[in-house]
């Protein structure tokens, strides 16, 4: 069965069909858990929570062929609420933590992505670590296409600023 006629069938009520979309999509909203949260009991805690959530609104999806985007929202959502409440390590505290790692060009990215905006960190994570296409991510944020690219462009930029200020700072 076709992604499409899943996710049509899973807003009707049909919980079979919710449960073969989450199936689908289980290994794209885990590995954006643990993306955010960075350990696999939190990734795991969120998996669960949001597929409670999505379950309960569901009906809510007006365009089925925009499911797992949606999905991928719930999930940013909730991974968001919990490092704001301070649940979870914040990246730099992971970066700590594992700064003994020998892939130091691993640590540099995920320093740079941290020092972005919150809103920066969701399109670069949404364009770069889940292909998500420029036309997903404006109909997900209800912004134009040509916002979504802008702002990309402007998270780009900041990001080759702060790894160049980084790679200066090495070299001093």
Same mark, same amino acid.
Not at 41 to 64: C, G, N, S, W
Not at 71 to 76: C, Q
């Given at each position: 069965?076709?992604?499409?006629?899943?996710?049509?069938?899973?807003?009707?009520?049909? #919980?079979?069909?919710?449960?073969? %979309?989450?199936? %689908?999509?289980?290994?794209?909203?885990?590995?954006?858990?643990?993306?955010?949260?960075?350990?696999?009991?939190?990734? /795991?805690?969120?998996?669960?929570?949001?597929?409670?959530?999505?379950?309960? @609104?569901?009906?809510?999806?007006?365009?089925? =062929?925009?499911?797992?985007?949606?999905?991928?929202?719930?999930?940013?959502?909730?991974?968001? #609420?919990? /490092? @704001? @409440?301070?649940? *979870?390590?914040?990246? =730099?505290?992971? $970066?700590?933590?594992?700064?003994?790692?020998?892939?130091?060009?691993? %640590?540099?990215?995920?320093?740079?992505?941290?020092? $972005?905006?919150?809103?920066?960190?969701?399109?670069?994570?949404?364009?770069?670590?889940?292909?998500?296409?420029?036309?997903?991510?404006?109909? %997900?944020?209800?912004?134009?296409?040509?916002?979504?690219?802008? *702002?990309?462009?402007?998270? $780009?930029?900041? /990001? *080759?600023?702060?790894?160049?200020?980084?790679?200066?700072?090495?070299?001093?």
């Amino acid at each position: 069965m076709e992604e499409v006629e899943i996710a049509k069938k899973a807003i009707k009520g049909d #919980d079979q069909a919710f449960l073969l %979309l989450m199936q %689908l999509y289980k290994d794209t909203l885990y590995r954006t858990a643990f993306a955010f949260l960075k350990n696999e009991h939190d990734a /795991l805690e969120a998996m669960q929570e949001v597929t409670f959530r999505a379950y309960q @609104k569901i009906y809510t999806v007006k365009e089925p =062929s925009y499911m797992k985007t949606w999905l991928v929202r719930i999930m940013m959502n909730y991974c968001q #609420d919990q /490092l @704001k @409440k301070g649940k *979870r390590y914040s990246s =730099s505290g992971v $970066l700590q933590e594992i700064g003994h790692s020998e892939d130091t060009t691993h %640590l540099e990215i995920n320093e740079a992505i941290a020092s $972005l905006s919150s809103g920066e960190q969701q399109l670069i994570f949404l364009k770069y670590f889940q292909n998500t296409k420029i036309k997903e991510i404006a109909e %997900l944020e209800k912004i134009p296409e040509g916002t979504v690219k802008s *702002r990309l462009h402007k998270a $780009l930029k900041s /990001l *080759r600023g702060f790894l160049s200020e980084k790679g200066d700072a090495d070299h001093v």
